[in-house]
């Protein structure tokens, strides 16, 4: 099976910084990896698909890169409602691994 | 306006059975496969089982793999999650999401609001 690891963990961060998150996949995906928000008591929302497609809908301050793999989720400007909790997940294969998650909060 | 309502969770004892169902509105349920992620409290998301849109494909995660039953019913418009010999590493939010192909690459690209599950004695 395909593991996917995320770092950081956790961050604190202010509003207007530039925030960037790390997914590693222990085996090549291309470029078969989604990124998705999710706030407390809600369900995820896609953010990011193919490593690097915006969501219709998402503001242009989600940016996400990379293949093989290494990934990264940018956050141009932290918004206040970007506090949230972000995951990557693979879809190479029919496993649909998600990475453990990386909490942004408030500095 | 795509809509995923889960619904069937509840409190069950170790050993007892549960099924979910994910009611679809807003969308051609028959054309999309289907999703059954889950959360424990606390923790992160975790995949749990897929199904195709004919359900000529099912797969599921290691950890429930012979006691869960993913299947759908496309003229109801809705999915099931059987969940069989349940533990207490079971409890969880379950959502259901719909899978979206573009281009070739799969994503969950909407959700319902989830049905928590809690197994106890």
């Known amino acids: 099976d395909i593991q996917m690891t995320q770092s950081p963990s956790s961050l604190s961060a202010s509003v207007g910084d530039r925030v960037t998150i790390t997914c590693r996949a222990s085996?090549?995906?291309?470029?078969?990896l989604n990124w998705y928000q999710q706030k407390p008591g809600k369900a995820p929302k896609l953010l990011i698909y193919?490593?690097?497609s915006l969501q219709s809908g998402v503001p242009s301050r989600f940016s996400g890169s990379g293949s093989g793999t290494d990934f990264t989720l940018t956050i141009s400007s932290l918004q206040p409602e970007d506090f949230a909790t972000y995951y990557c997940?693979?879809?190479?294969?029919?496993?649909?691994?998600f990475g453990p998650g990386t909490k942004v909060d408030i500095k | 306006e795509v809509q995923l309502v889960e619904s069937g969770g509840g409190l069950v004892k170790p050993g007892g059975s549960l099924r979910l169902s994910c009611a679809a509105s807003?969308?051609?349920?028959?054309?999309?496969?289907m999703n059954w992620v889950r959360q424990a409290p606390g923790k992160g998301l975790e995949w749990v089982s897929s199904?195709?849109?004919?359900?000529?494909?099912?797969y599921y995660a290691d950890s429930v793999k012979g006691r869960f039953t993913i299947s759908r019913d496309n003229a109801k418009n809705s999915l099931y999650l059987q969940m069989n010999s349940l533990r207490a590493e079971d409890t969880a939010v379950y959502y259901c999401?719909?899978?979206?192909?573009?281009?070739?690459?799969?994503?969950?690209?909407?959700w319902g609001q989830g049905t928590l599950v809690t197994v106890s004695s």
């Open positions: 193919a490593a690097s």
């Open positions: 085996q090549s995906i291309s470029s078969y």
């Open positions: 999401a719909r899978g979206f192909v573009r281009s070739g690459y799969e994503q969950f690209d909407y």
């Open positions: 807003g969308f051609t349920f028959s054309s999309y496969s």
């Open positions: 199904i195709s849109s004919s359900s000529s494909y099912i």
């Open positions: 997940q693979q879809s190479y294969s029919t496993t649909f691994t």
